[in-house]
């Protein structure tokens, strides 16, 4: 026996145990070890979740600051009123995006209290509020971070009560869109964007931050601020009181549509003049994407504000179009667009056109259950518009007959705008002056 056998053969450090027969320093040192590894793989853990919440934020502030900026092109006084009403402060910088969002089509319906209980989904709306955020994870509280109001998923899940299912006022592919009131009784719109496809929720967080989160137009409706938490994405609108005018077009509203022949035609100019600013106003343009009833808000006094932007593409001055996936509602894509992808403002123009058919005629685009010659709106048009036969396209609905040479300049516009050759479709600036002419001016109170 050795002589540090000999001194610590009688310690109990040195003695076996009857784990593998090891000696009980050894396991009191496996055991430290391992102490020791849990410790550090908490220390990490901790360090990667800060480091993602930096990263969170610097990602956000990418849309409000390290850009350089723009400012709205109106170059001529005329121009001021053709798109209306606008904030020009500096907007932000908007870069030709190659984004490509997925959406199925959806409408949202509004009731008198902004509140609808139509909706109904397996979860609760408490048990729904404490998966979301369990979902969202813990975020420190950021406020007024760039141009709008950085909310917190706290403030915004106080604002509608939960996210209770009461409060919810649209549902579709793109999310859920809940009614809420802030602390200071400003009416909101809060549009939860599902990730349900990869990136899809960032992306389309992206496209409508990046396209109006800047812009102010009496004629689009105002983006307030927006939710980042996790990977949870928010965007808070104006709450816009009065539905879509696809519910007031096509809903259950009797016998007499509430929409006379003179609120129509301010809704199309008004529509008109948010699109030229979109187009012509801005620097790179934004093309809408996808112009339709459901997309064109109307308040109390039957203001039109286009929304939606989630298939929003930007165009710098020097591009003529951008290549990109097709995407729209069918009925109202561009032809051209349809067929080769390529996409500039003249598809909105043709959107727009259809927009007035189906305002005129009470008709939606697309109607299979009418007789074969009348199933695609704009052929039964220019049908009817070719054997003069004006009176038949008018909408049933309609107290008032507009009077006939009124009617056919307005159908006149429309057929301009959905020219098979998309160069001879006018620019929106130019509908806008066709819509505004001497001739309406008499039967038209301008917006």
């Not at 145990?17 to 070890?33: A, E, H, K």
Request: net charge positive; aromatic share 8%.
């Amino acid at each position: 026996m050795s002589l540090f056998d000999r001194i610590f053969a009688d310690t109990d450090l040195f003695k076996r145990t009857p784990v593998f027969g090891l000696r009980l320093w050894t396991v009191g040192v496996g055991v430290l070890l391992v102490l020791l590894l849990f410790i550090s793989s908490l220390c990490i853990a901790a360090s990667r979740r800060r480091s993602y919440r930096k990263r969170a934020i610097l990602s956000l502030a990418k849309f409000s600051s390290g850009r350089s900026e723009i400012a709205p092109v109106v170059s001529k006084s005329s121009m001021q009123d053709v798109v209306g009403e606008s904030d020009h402060r500096p907007m932000l910088h908007m870069k030709e995006m190659q984004l490509d969002v997925l959406k199925s089509e959806h409408r949202i319906v509004f009731s008198d209290r902004g509140v609808s209980s139509g909706e109904s989904r397996a979860t609760s709306g408490a048990d729904f509020s404490a998966s979301f955020r369990a979902a969202c994870g813990s975020f420190p509280e950021v406020s007024h971070l760039g141009w709008g109001k950085w909310y917190t998923l706290r403030e915004l899940e106080a604002s509608c009560n939960g996210f209770s299912d009461e409060n919810v006022i649209g549902e579709g592919g793109y999310g859920i869109v809940y009614y809420g009131v802030l602390p200071d009784t400003t009416r909101v719109a809060i549009k939860n964007l599902l990730n349900n496809r990869l990136g899809q929720a960032e992306n389309e967080f992206k496209v409508e931050v990046e396209a109006i989160g800047r812009v102010r137009h009496k004629n689009l409706v105002k983006l307030l601020g927006y939710c980042v938490e996790g990977a949870c994405r928010m965007l808070v609108y104006e709450y816009v009181d009065n539905g879509s005018l696809d519910q007031w077009l096509h809903g259950d509203v009797g016998d007499v549509s509430p929409l006379t022949w003179e609120i129509r035609l301010n809704i199309i100019i008004g529509t008109a003049k948010g699109l030229a600013y979109l187009h012509e106003g801005l620097e790179p343009k934004v093309v809408h994407r996808d112009i339709k009833s459901s997309n064109i808000l109307v308040d109390r006094q039957w203001h039109p504000k286009l929304s939606d932007f989630g298939l929003a593409k930007l165009l710098a001055s020097e591009n003529s179009f951008v290549r990109t996936r097709v995407m729209g509602t069918f009925g109202y894509v561009a032809p051209e667009y349809a067929s080769s992808g390529m996409l500039n403002e003249k598809s909105d123009a043709y959107s727009f056109g259809i927009l007035i058919m189906e305002m005129v005629s009470g008709r939606t685009p697309v109607d299979y259950s009418r007789p074969p010659g009348e199933v695609n709106l704009i052929d039964w048009v220019k049908s009817m518009v070719g054997n003069k036969n004006w009176e038949v396209i008018w909408d049933p609905k309609l107290a008032q007959r507009p009077v006939s040479k009124v009617l056919k300049r307005v159908l006149l516009v429309a057929l301009k705008c959905v020219d098979p050759d998309a160069q001879k479709r006018p620019k929106m600036s130019q509908a806008v002056h066709m819509l505004e002419s001497e001739l309406l001016s008499r039967d038209v109170r301008k917006i």
